[in-house]
């Protein structure tokens, strides 16, 4: 069993400085057409970040990564919610919550290269270095954290906790 931890980890205004502050980071760094959320743990993030760029040409899209259950095939990703072809010429801004073993994003950007995207750069709020299994680095970072599971602000347990404003650790009881 696990509970949440006795204080949040980063508190809602906290993440709230953090998503402006990257917000500017992105805008002075590059030029997209689109964005593409990971779902569902970025839902939040990435309506948050969104609204730091008001244009009225910007296309927000969401995708979902499924690791395939296929041994022949450990660390590949199955897509599903989203055509990859129409991101065919695009700039791309792919933004999930968290950057863990770093498959995900890797795996993600790969493919919408593939597909023909113009360009790909990754984003992610939260990001756990010391459990990275592939060599990756997002372009742009929020808060490094330690090996911890995390919750709220989007992120889940089991499906719980995603609505919860702050970012919290689950410890084992
Ligand atoms: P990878 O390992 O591919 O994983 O970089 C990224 C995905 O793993 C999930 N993940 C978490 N979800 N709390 C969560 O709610 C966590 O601490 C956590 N660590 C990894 C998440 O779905 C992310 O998109």
Redesign the pocket.
């Known amino acids: 069993m696990y509970k949440m931890s006795m204080m949040p980890m980063f508190t809602a205004e906290a993440i709230h400085e953090c998503v402006e502050a990257m917000a500017g980071q992105i805008r002075r760094n590059y030029e997209f057409d689109v964005v593409v959320g990971?779902l569902t743990?970025?839902f939040i993030f990435v309506s948050d970040l969104c609204r730091y760029f008001p244009r009225q040409d910007l296309q927000i899209k969401f995708i979902k990564?499924s690791s395939y259950c296929d041994e022949m095939r450990p660390g590949e990703l199955e897509v599903s919610g989203l055509d990859l072809k129409e991101l065919a010429g695009k700039r791309v801004l792919l933004i999930?919550?968290?950057?863990?073993?770093?498959?995900?994003?890797k795996?993600l950007s790969e493919k919408i290269r593939a597909a023909g995207a113009a360009a790909v750069k990754t984003c992610a709020l939260?990001d756990?270095p010391s459990?990275r299994?592939v060599e990756f680095q997002a372009d742009f970072t929020g808060f490094k954290i330690e090996d911890?599971?995390?919750?709220g602000y989007g992120?889940?347990?089991a499906g719980e906790y995603r609505t919860f404003p702050d970012i919290w650790s689950l410890e084992e009881e």
């Open positions: 990971i743990g970025s990564a999930d919550d968290i950057l863990d073993t770093g498959r995900t994003l795996c939260l756990k459990r299994e911890k599971f995390v919750v992120l889940d347990y």
